[in-house]
């Protein structure tokens, strides 16, 4: 049962950070792209930010993709959080035809609201 873990999350006013956390069940991050996904009700699921073997990506420039080999953990940092940000927090493998793995948790929940 391979799955995700993701941490984090919470209730944050405007203008805050907050610093996602993603572990694997293994305890090891799959040698593999990696990527957070966030989805708010009424919403389709969106890639937010990717981890690629060449370097990182991300659709919002107030958010930074990492990874620490060390502790085996992937993380999404976010500043400058705003209301619209407001939605539960996915990581998952992109695989080489570039779409998420069935290893979905479920997910931490950030809130933006004042």
């Known amino acids: 049962q391979e799955q995700f873990v993701e941490a984090g999350g919470g209730l944050v006013q405007p203008g805050g950070s907050l610093n996602l956390t993603c572990v694997h069940s293994?305890?090891?991050?799959?040698?593999?792209?990696l990527a957070w996904y966030r989805q708010a009700p009424g919403k389709q699921r969106e890639l937010v930010a990717a981890?690629?073997?060449y370097g990182t990506t991300s659709t919002q420039g107030r958010f930074t993709i990492s990874k620490d080999s060390i502790k085996n953990t992937l993380h999404l940092q976010m500043h400058n959080l705003q209301p619209e940000d407001t939605a539960l927090y996915f990581c998952?493998?992109?695989?080489?035809?570039?779409?998420?793995?069935?290893?979905w948790g479920q997910g931490t929940q950030v809130t933006v609201s004042s």
């Open positions: 981890l690629w073997m």
């Open positions: 293994t305890g090891t991050l799959p040698l593999a792209n």
């Open positions: 998952n493998v992109v695989t080489g035809a570039n779409e998420p793995v069935d290893w």
